[in-house]
């Protein structure tokens, strides 16, 4: 298996996108990533979507992307994890690229969710939940992870106010990315004033949704070199792994089992420990899922993540930043393309092009997507050489 470089990125703001069809918004990313990269061609193409078919009306993404960028003929396909499905797209480009099928692959990733009314969203996203013993119950989506974080909350005697560490930290980050959605500084105490949505999770918990694409140029690393200011960025490590869907059917509800496992085989792949971690953009679509994702890939001890916020461990300059550019809390969720997002921002970091959000002295940068309330998690490690 070859070695695989990331060469091009590419990003649109997350906004209501009224003026801009679905099509649109996935070229405008993925043609930026190729003028990142320099290239005006590619073998394939990978889209990462979730709901194009509901909200959009559209499926069939690879060839309807595709063409739009002046691509025609070349391999187009479209992937859905729920919104861990652009961390698939991009795993899928890593694999079509090692295995030496591909040359150049293009990961792209799109959601358009504000063109359709809330109800229909919120049904598409309980989707992601089981149909059987979760959905057709009449449970939502937030309402889940709100059992999951009572139950947190429960077990590790926390209060309410432990969490805001990381709300705060993301809408600090956000400040600075041109591309958040919420581009403003919250305090504890907005934090602890907002509307709930679910007890306990109130609107400050919870990331806002939205229209957004993202993109990201790979190449054989051997055809990349370093250059003063541009490090070659290779991905080293690349893990996934499934649980059940049903948050009832796991054996411990409050450790998310496949973070860990694919957290795991990224490392070993990577040869690295999660202490040799210099940053981490973890899946915060609710503060729970940040704590936890922190506990199951080594980060801290379970029922000690909200420590890490609490001691401002998770900023940029702390021992383990996370939503360094805002994060899903302030930077903005559009569920199928996130997981790009994410490593679009690790990318970011190891180039030293994070502006007032840079992490210091950045090599190694970890993304993990989760699709679902823990059931389908992707982790990539990325690193710069110099």
Not at 49 to 66: D, K, P, R, T, W
Not at 96 to 125: F, N, Q, R, Y
Not at 183 to 193: L, T, W
Not at 306 to 325: D, F, Q, S, V, Y
């Amino acid at each position: 298996m070859r070695e695989v470089a990331v060469i091009g990125i590419g990003q649109t703001k997350i906004e209501e996108h009224w003026d801009k069809s679905l099509r649109e918004l996935a070229g405008e990313a993925v043609l930026s990533a190729m003028a990142d990269a320099g290239l005006d061609h590619f073998d394939a193409l990978y889209m990462g979507n979730m709901m194009s078919g509901s909200a959009n009306f559209q499926q069939h993404l690879g060839a309807y992307i595709a063409d739009w960028v002046g691509q025609r003929y070349t391999e187009g396909i479209r992937l859905e994890a729920a919104c861990s499905s652009a961390a698939a797209a991009f795993r899928t480009a890593v694999m079509a690229v090692a295995s030496g099928e591909v040359e150049v692959a293009v990961a792209g990733a799109v959601e358009k969710m504000t063109d359709s009314p809330s109800d229909i969203i919120t049904g598409e996203l309980a989707t992601a939940a089981d149909a059987d013993w979760e959905r057709d119950q009449g449970i939502s989506f937030v309402a889940l992870n709100a059992l999951i974080m009572r139950r947190y909350m429960h077990e590790y005697k926390w209060g309410k106010e432990a969490f805001a560490g990381f709300s705060i930290n993301a809408h600090a980050n956000g400040v600075n990315n041109p591309n958040a959605r919420f581009r403003s500084p919250i305090s504890e105490q907005d934090y602890v004033r907002a509307p709930m949505v679910a007890d306990p999770i109130n609107v400050m918990d919870a990331s806002p949704l939205g229209d957004g694409a993202a993109a990201l140029v790979l190449v054989p690393a051997e055809k990349v070199r370093s250059a003063p200011g541009q490090p070659r960025i290779r991905v080293v490590g690349s893990g996934a792994a499934t649980d059940t869907i049903a948050v009832h059917s796991r054996q411990v509800p409050l450790w998310l089992s496949a973070a860990e496992k694919s957290a795991r085989q990224a490392y070993a792949q990577a040869s690295l420990r999660p202490e040799e971690i210099d940053l981490f953009e973890a899946h915060d679509a609710f503060s729970i899922m940040a704590a936890l994702s922190l506990e199951a890939c080594g980060f801290a001890e379970p029922g000690k993540a909200p420590l890490l916020a609490l001691e401002g461990e998770i900023r940029p300059t702390g021992r383990i930043p996370i939503a360094t550019m805002g994060g899903l809390k302030a930077r903005g969720h559009p569920v199928g393309a996130t997981g790009l997002y994410q490593l679009v921002e690790v990318v970011q970091q190891l180039r030293g092009q994070a502006g007032a959000n840079q992490v210091p002295g950045a090599k190694i940068g970890m993304a993990q997507n989760i699709g679902g309330s823990g059931s389908n998690i992707i982790a990539h490690i990325l690193r710069a050489d110099e």
